[in-house]
């Protein structure tokens, strides 16, 4: 691309740069992952599998023997990958604006919530949709209690846990068990 050219809302959103959440290419690809997520969340768990086809099909990366419980909410799909074996019970909520890497056989739990984006503090800015997002990346068996809101930029090291209700503003070192709000390394 030239550089004279404008970068699209998505590519700014990609690069962790202030864009506007009403694009038009935004607006189709959530969308989209709403049609996938109805269809996730209202399947018979016979027919739906570990994860509804139309789910499967818009996340970024699915490994192998992922599961992802009922009801599950996203933003946009494209920006989550899950590594082999990773589970999510039921309630998740992702925002993935930032984009969200979880690692082989991460457990999350019930009603977790990661939030990559923020919006903009002047009010102005706010209500046209200007925002900002962050990846979070969650490691090879972390273990995330219910509850728990994981915020953008946020990395979770391998092997870690967070303690059910935490709220984790930092990364969380590799081993290391946190809790609290903010959560802090505990035992």
Same mark, same amino acid.
């Given at each position: 691309? =030239?550089? %004279?050219?404008? $970068?699209?809302?998505?590519?700014?959103? =990609?690069?962790?740069?202030?864009?506007?959440?009403?694009?038009? !290419?935004?607006?189709?690809?959530?969308? *989209?992952? @709403?049609?996938?997520?109805?269809?996730? &969340?209202?399947?018979?768990?016979?027919? $739906?599998?570990?994860?509804?086809?139309?789910?499967?099909?818009?996340?970024?990366?699915?490994?192998?023997?992922?599961?992802? !419980? @009922?009801?599950?909410?996203?933003?946009?799909?494209?920006?989550?990958?899950?590594? %082999?074996?990773?589970?999510?019970?039921?309630?998740?909520?992702?925002?993935?604006?930032?984009?969200?890497?979880?690692?082989?056989?991460?457990?999350?739990?019930? $009603? #977790?919530?990661?939030?990559?984006? !923020?919006?903009? *503090?002047?009010?102005?800015?706010? &209500?046209?949709?200007?925002?900002?997002?962050?990846?979070? #990346?969650?490691?090879?068996?972390?273990?995330?209690?219910?509850?728990?809101?994981?915020?953008?930029?946020?990395?979770?090291? %391998?092997?870690?846990?967070?303690?059910?209700?935490?709220? #984790?503003? *930092?990364? #969380?070192?590799?081993?290391?068990?946190? =809790?609290? &709000?903010?959560?802090? =390394?505990?035992?």
């Amino acid at each position: 691309m =030239a550089a %004279d050219q404008p $970068r699209s809302a998505r590519e700014k959103m =990609a690069a962790g740069e202030w864009y506007s959440f009403w694009d038009p !290419e935004l607006t189709a690809l959530r969308e *989209r992952a @709403q049609e996938a997520i109805f269809e996730h &969340n209202t399947l018979p768990p016979s027919k $739906r599998g570990n994860i509804a086809p139309a789910l499967t099909a818009i996340l970024g990366a699915v490994g192998e023997g992922c599961r992802i !419980e @009922q009801p599950f909410h996203c933003a946009y799909g494209v920006n989550i990958a899950m590594g %082999d074996g990773a589970y999510m019970n039921f309630g998740c909520v992702i925002l993935d604006h930032g984009g969200v890497t979880i690692g082989r056989k991460a457990m999350i739990g019930p $009603r #977790v919530q990661i939030y990559t984006v !923020e919006h903009h *503090r002047e009010p102005d800015l706010r &209500n046209a949709g200007v925002e900002v997002a962050r990846p979070v #990346v969650i490691g090879d068996n972390v273990w995330i209690g219910g509850g728990a809101i994981i915020l953008g930029g946020v990395t979770i090291g %391998d092997g870690a846990i967070v303690a059910a209700g935490s709220v #984790v503003t *930092r990364d #969380v070192l590799p081993g290391t068990t946190v =809790a609290g &709000n903010p959560a802090r =390394a505990v035992g």
